[in-house]
C-alpha cells in the first residue's frame, strides 16, 4: 500500500521578478520579514523628502492637515510626529499604493490568494519621524496574536492577516532609532520578552535585532512578529519612514480615515482597487 502524502501544491511562482522568489518566501516564513534594497529610487526618495520637507510644522497632536491628521501612535515617544492618512498628501504618496517593487510580494502574502476574496487593501499609511530619544515600543508577536496581524501559511497559500511596508527615506544605521524584529516571533507561542510588563522599550530585548537600512530600502515585515523601533541616540537629524500596512480586500480602516472622493476619482485603476476593493452599494439616488 502506498502511504505516501502528497506535498501541499505550491502556487507557480512567477518567472517575473516582481513576484517573491522562492527564497523571498523561505525567508519571510521563516522570519517574519525580508528587506528589499534599493526599492525605491534616487529620485523617489528625494521627491517623498521633499514632501517632508513641505509638512507644516506647527501642528498639533490630532490636528488636521487636508486630509491627513497628526496622529503620534505612541504619544510622545517619537519625540517627533507621525502623520496618518498620508496618501492623501499627494503623487508622491499615490505612487506608493501600487508600487512595483512590493505591490506583488503583498498580493502573494496577504492578497487571499485563489479565494473568492482575492485582493488587497490598505488599512493603515502614515508617515513617521523621529528625533532625538524617540523610541516605539516593543508589540505583537505571534502569543496571542490579533487575527488581523496572524502569519499564515496553509495549503499551499499564505493568509497573512497583514503585512508592512516600512519604506527609508534616510539612511537608518546604528543609534538611528531603526526599526526592531524578533526573528521569527510572527509564529512564537509563548509571551515576548516585553510582555510581562507590558509594552516597553525594545533596545536590550534579548533575541531582537535592529534592521539597518538605506534610503530607498523597504522593509516588508508580518505585523504578527514582535517589533518596535529602537530608542535614537543620534542627535541630529531625524529618522524619515513611510509605513502602508496592506491587508485582505475585506479589511477596513484601522482608524476610520476614509479615502476622499477627489483621490478615488484621480488614481489609476489599479490603485483605485487596492484603496476601495468593494465599492458601496447603495439604492439609486433619488431625483
Ligand atoms: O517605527 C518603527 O520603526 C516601528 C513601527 C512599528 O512598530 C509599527 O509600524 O507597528
Avoid at 522570519?31 to 520637507?53: K, Q, S
Wanted: aromatic letters at 10%.
Amino acid at each position: 500500500m502506498d502511504t505516501s502524502i502528497e506535498a501541499p501544491p505550491q502556487r507557480a511562482l512567477r518567472d517575473d521578478a516582481t513576484w517573491p522568489s522562492e527564497m523571498h518566501n523561505y525567508l519571510f516564513d521563516l522570519n517574519g520579514f525580508v528587506i528589499l534594497r534599493g526599492a525605491l529610487d534616487t529620485d523617489e526618495v528625494a521627491r517623498l523628502n521633499a514632501a517632508f520637507d513641505a509638512f507644516p510644522t506647527d501642528l498639533a497632536p490630532w490636528d488636521w492637515w487636508g486630509q491627513v491628521q497628526r496622529s503620534d501612535s505612541e504619544g510622545d515617544n517619537h519625540k517627533g510626529f507621525e502623520l496618518q492618512n498620508i496618501v492623501e498628501a499627494g503623487p508622491a504618496f499615490e505612487a506608493l499604493i501600487d508600487h512595483p517593487s512590493w505591490i506583488n510580494y503583498m498580493r502573494t502574502w496577504t492578497g487571499e490568494v485563489d479565494s473568492y476574496v482575492e485582493g488587497l487593501f490598505i488599512d493603515e499609511c502614515f508617515a513617521s519621524v523621529r528625533r532625538s530619544g524617540g523610541y516605539f515600543d516593543i508589540h505583537s508577536g505571534g502569543h496571542h496574536g490579533a487575527v488581523r496581524g496572524q502569519y499564515r501559511y496553509l495549503n499551499g497559500v499564505f493568509r497573512c492577516g497583514q503585512v508592512n511596508a516600512l519604506m527609508a527615506l534616510t539612511d537608518i544605521g546604528p543609534g538611528d532609532g531603526g526599526t526592531m524584529v524578533i526573528p521569527g516571533s510572527h509564529k512564537s507561542n509563548f509571551p515576548h520578552p516585553g510582555k510581562p510588563t507590558g509594552r516597553g522599550r525594545m533596545d536590550d530585548v534579548e533575541g531582537a535585532i535592529e534592521v539597518h537600512l538605506s534610503a530607498g530600502d523597504v522593509l516588508l515585515f508580518c505585523d504578527g512578529i514582535a517589533h518596535g523601533g529602537s530608542s535614537r541616540t543620534t542627535t541630529e537629524g531625524e529618522r524619515r519612514v513611510v509605513i502602508y500596512r496592506y491587508g485582505p480586500s475585506w479589511a477596513a480602516t484601522r482608524h476610520g480615515y476614509t479615502y476622499s472622493d477627489a483621490l478615488l476619482e484621480r488614481l489609476t485603476p489599479s490603485q483605485r482597487e487596492i484603496l476601495q476593493p468593494v465599492a458601496p452599494r447603495r439604492p439609486p439616488a433619488a431625483d
